[in-house]
């Protein structure tokens, strides 16, 4: 990702407020491959760094967000079965290995797949779309995908907010340091650290 596209994220979530969170998280969940993520990291920085929101806040929408996102893909999934699948395969270029990963595992772990998918590169843009074309049973994609929202939105969130307390103290002991170069080393951090997981 851009300094260029950070700076645009950072100015729309100073400027929207949860609102940039909530479109953000709401559009990635449902199966748009947005920087859903980077988002909810960069606002829990900034909720401590700039004081523009709060942590609390932050989870909440994000949960809501994520929640009602996945439950959007749910259904799309779910009406267009297959084909609608296949063109959004095709129009957003996912590989068919992400796809049959994504099949094989909720062949083998059922409804939990939604709870640690959103942990994976990758999957949490499918899960929701995937659920629905399986038929999953709504009740319990529902209730893992609430959880696996919770769980997922709070840990990100802690570790942006974290990430800005420890941030603070740097900054504070490096005069003059400007926040275009703050905003450059974040970006990557999150890089690196997502490299880290793909691997």
Known sequence: ????????????????????????????????????????????????????????????????????????????????????????????????SALARGERWFLRFGSATILFARFIFGMRVIAGPLAGVLRMPWRSFFLFNFLGASLWVSVIATLGYLFGQHWHRLERGLNGIGLMVAIFLVVVAIGVWKRGRRV
């Open 1 to 96: 990702m851009s300094l260029h596209v950070f700076e645009f994220l950072r100015h729309a979530i100073v400027q929207y407020g949860y609102w940039a969170v909530a479109c953000a998280l709401l559009l990635e969940n449902a199966g748009l491959p947005l920087p859903g993520e980077t988002v909810l990291l960069l606002a829990s920085f900034l909720a401590y760094s700039e004081h523009e929101l709060r942590l609390s806040w932050i989870i909440v929408v994000g949960i809501v967000a994520a929640t009602a996102g996945d439950n959007l893909g749910y259904g799309l999934g779910q009406y267009g079965g297959r084909p609608l699948l296949e063109r959004y395969q095709h129009f957003f270029r996912i590989p068919q």
